[in-house]
T-cell receptor
Framework: RKEVEQDPGPFNVPEGATVAFNCTYS??????FFWYRQDCRKEPKLLMS???SGNEDGRFTAQLNRASQYISLLIRDSKLSDSATYLC?????????????FGAGTRLFVKA | DTAVSQTPKYLVTQMGNDKSIKCEQN?????MYWYKQDSKKFLKIMFS???????INETVPNRFSPKSPDKAHLNLHINSLELGDSAVYFC????????????????FGPGTRLLVL
């Protein structure tokens, strides 16, 4: 089982739609959780951290369920500019140390 | 001003050659990383340095040797390049490593696209 798993998509949605991405992680001792965004041929950039209480930033809402080892990202009122790959990121510790694990990403295409 | 910069942006070379990629950050961070993103878009950590000391060394062939001359620089030297080394290599930095501050943001450079022929 991969340490961080995401549905690769692609998700094709019209402008204005609501879309949700899910992510599961394998290590129950994971410490912190993030969603990064990566545009085509660009570097990843932090979109938002994901806290246990859930958090919202404008049209974006992130949720964490530690019991189910599951993270989600909800995007409301999708814009064309939301088209990108969304990376689920987990910081987890193991015998080798503490490291950052990236999911393979979920691709989103928002069309007019 | 570019926060994390990498050179070169593109690198095309023959199998068996030795090449280096340079990374510099002007954010005053103590921790720097090298990641590899392969053709399937998986981003995997290779190395992490904190205050010029190696703290993470993933299962990477020893043909890859990182060097941190100071906290602002982390270079990656690759010996005897192989076809499978073709990928995008990203440098990143954060103030502290995840073991110290798990909620730190990592800032990525623009990537170096390496193609081995």
């Amino acid at each position: 089982r991969k340490e961080v798993e995401q549905d690769p998509g692609p998700f094709n949605v019209p402008e204005g739609a609501t879309v949700a991405f899910n992510c599961t992680y394998s290590n129950s001792a994971s410490q912190s959780f993030f969603w990064y965004r990566q545009d085509c041929r660009k570097e990843p950039k932090l979109l938002m951290s994901v806290y246990s209480s859930g958090n919202e930033d404008g049209r974006f809402t992130a949720q964490l369920n530690r019991a189910s080892q599951y993270i989600s990202l909800l995007i409301r009122d999708s814009k064309l500019s939301d088209s990108a790959t969304y990376l689920c990121v987990v910081n987890m510790g193991n015998t080798g140390g503490f490291k950052t694990i990236f999911g393979a990403g979920t691709r989103l295409f928002v069309k007019a | 001003d570019t926060a994390v910069s990498q050179t070169p942006k593109y690198l095309v070379t023959q199998m068996g050659n030795d090449k280096s990629i340079k990374c510099e950050q002007n954010l005053g961070h103590d921790t720097m990383y090298w990641y590899k993103q392969d053709s399937k878009k998986f981003l995997k950590i290779m190395f992490s340095y904190n205050n010029k000391e190696l703290i993470i060394n993933e299962t990477v062939p020893n043909r890859f040797s990182p060097k941190s001359p100071d906290k602002a620089h982390l270079n990656l030297h690759i010996n005897s390049l192989e076809l499978g080394d073709s990928a995008v290599y990203f440098c990143a930095s954060s103030q502290d490593p995840p073991s110290v501050r798990p909620w730190e943001t990592q800032y990525f450079g623009p990537g170096t696209r390496l193609l081995v022929l």
